[in-house]
């Protein structure tokens, strides 16, 4: 990992609002595009070590937020540089490889992220939501897929017309052009998740700030190599860095 790593990287963890048993403070859950906290996280990160280089890492859903909220920022990003790895670009193109039925969807992802939402939507309710979202607790606790917990929920809480501009509204394709600091994107072809298919990979080629490996194979954050098997992303990772904040 990059704490032990030779470049001597000093490590602080951001995790969602809610999960890694964390406590539920805000009836207001995260979603795809929520960039608030993580805004809030790096100011309080920046506060705290002055005179520290700031860089910052995503994976996944968290490498969408993370890419939205440099390119929010603009000249006035906080973070030297940035790596987003398997990013969903496009939320729509993700949430339509993700909904999908087919077995790896139905029986290990959809589970999987379901399973997390449900628990951490029942340890919230303790909370008072706001009358303006108008839940209906009936149709967010039935739901078995991630789709209808964003119809229920994420559209609702968001203020959004429908799925189609909460999925816009959250893409961080949108704003990879006005990133302004070093960015580097890792991502595979063979990504069930996030497929290439939603990758920016004309924005790459204009915007000088940023650049795209993408791989042939790798899955989705699965990136392995060598016996026994090791994840090779981290030290691309340590080298584009280090060469940044040097």
Not at 40 to 67: D, E, Y
Not at 85 to 91: M, Q
Not at 163 to 187: G, K, M, R, T, W
Request: net charge neutral.
């Amino acid at each position: 990992s990059l704490a032990c790593s030779t470049a001597a990287f000093r490590v602080a963890v951001f995790n969602h609002r809610g999960t890694a048993r964390t406590p539920i403070t805000s009836p207001r859950p995260y979603d795809s595009g929520f960039t608030d906290d993580f805004r809030a996280t790096v100011k309080h990160v920046c506060a705290a070590n002055p005179c520290s280089k700031i860089v910052g890492i995503g994976f996944s859903m968290g490498a969408n937020i993370l890419t939205k909220y440099i390119g929010e920022e603009g000249t006035m990003c906080a973070l030297q540089c940035a790596v987003a790895v398997c990013c969903p670009f496009d939320i729509k193109v993700s949430s339509a490889a993700i909904n999908e039925s087919n077995m790896l969807n139905n029986h290990v992802f959809q589970p999987a992220v379901m399973g997390t939402l449900m628990r951490a939507i029942k340890r919230a309710s303790h909370l008072q939501v706001d009358p303006k979202w108008n839940l209906n607790v009936e149709q967010i606790h039935g739901a078995t897929r991630l789709l209808e917990l964003e119809e229920h929920l994420m559209v609702k809480i968001g203020g959004y017309r429908d799925v189609n501009e909460y999925y816009e509204q959250s893409s961080s394709v949108n704003h990879v052009d006005n990133i302004e600091v070093p960015f580097l994107a890792i991502n595979s072809l063979d990504d069930r998740i996030t497929p290439p298919r939603g990758i920016p990979i004309d924005k790459f080629m204009t915007n000088p700030n940023i650049a795209l490996a993408l791989v042939p194979h790798g899955g989705h954050l699965g990136f392995l190599t060598g016996i026994p098997p090791k994840i090779w992303f981290i030290r691309p990772i340590e080298e584009f860095v280090s060469a940044i904040v040097r």
